[in-house]
């Protein structure tokens, strides 16, 4: 079936610690690959997005990504944390043309250690 | 240039009532989306509008119901409301140029 997977449904980490949230899809052909964050009783803020080309993505607030084909992944990443990273973050797909809707994982809540 | 506003914020109703819940897009996008966040779930899709039409329909039940307004913004109407309609109401809107989804802050619902 089609999915998008977030294995961990919760990370904590130390601030300035580095951060690894994982994203799997489970599609036939690579759709267009998005990470959102959302804070407590917030909408959804895009940090960045994949559609083709260099495999590495950077985004705002320090955050990156990189697809990785063989792996069927979309992996986020920051070097060092700042406690006002503490939020919930998505993993969202959408097929190529499959019109605008976007598939979201289940989402992964980051804590902040001080 | 003016993002994606959602009005009520929050609501309360009662099981078997009606609500309607409105989204202004933003500057230049003719494109809706409806999302519904249950609580400690990711969104899940409810509907999309392009242009006034229904552009696409996730797995909700027809009291689930929009419009599309000639300026782009939208509703989203629920007859019948029952306890599990308890959400995050979400709106996103995009131009059908590029996939550039920008969502407003939500509409949080109590079904009582």
């Known amino acids: 079936a089609q999915s998008v997977t977030q294995p961990d449904i919760h990370i904590t980490v130390s601030e300035g610690a580095s951060l690894e949230l994982r994203c799997n899809y489970s599609?036939?052909?690579?759709?267009?690959l998005f990470w959102y964050v959302q804070s407590p009783g917030q909408g959804l803020q895009l940090l960045l997005k994949?559609?083709?080309?260099?495999?590495l993505v950077q985004g705002i607030k320090g955050f990156e990504a990189e697809f990785k084909r063989s792996q069927s992944s979309f992996n986020l990443r920051k070097p060092s944390v700042h406690w006002s990273d503490a939020a919930e973050y998505f993993c969202?797909?959408?097929?190529?043309?499959?019109?605008?809707?976007?598939?979201f994982g289940t989402g992964t809540q980051l804590k902040v250690e001080l | 240039e003016t993002g994606v506003t959602q009005s009520p914020t929050h609501l309360i109703k009662t099981r078997g009532q009606q609500v309607t819940l409105r989204c202004s897009s933003q500057?230049?996008?003719?494109?809706v989306s409806w999302y519904q966040q249950a609580l400690g779930q990711g969104p899940q899709f409810i509907f999309q509008?392009?242009?006034?039409?229904?552009?696409g329909r996730g797995n909700f039940p027809p009291r689930f119901s929009g419009l599309q307004f000639p300026n782009y913004s939208s509703e989203l109407n629920v007859n019948a409301l029952e306890l599990d309609d308890s959400a995050l109401y979400l709106c996103?809107?995009?131009?059908?140029?590029?996939?550039?989804?920008?969502f407003g802050s939500g509409t949080r619902l109590t079904v009582v």
């Open positions: 996103a809107s995009s131009s059908d140029r590029n996939y550039g989804y920008t």
């Open positions: 599609y036939g052909a690579t759709p267009y």
């Open positions: 500057s230049g996008h003719n494109t």
């Open positions: 969202a797909v959408v097929l190529t043309g499959g019109g605008n809707k976007l598939t």
């Open positions: 994949y559609f083709s080309g260099d495999t």
């Open positions: 509008y392009y242009r006034e039409e229904e552009n």
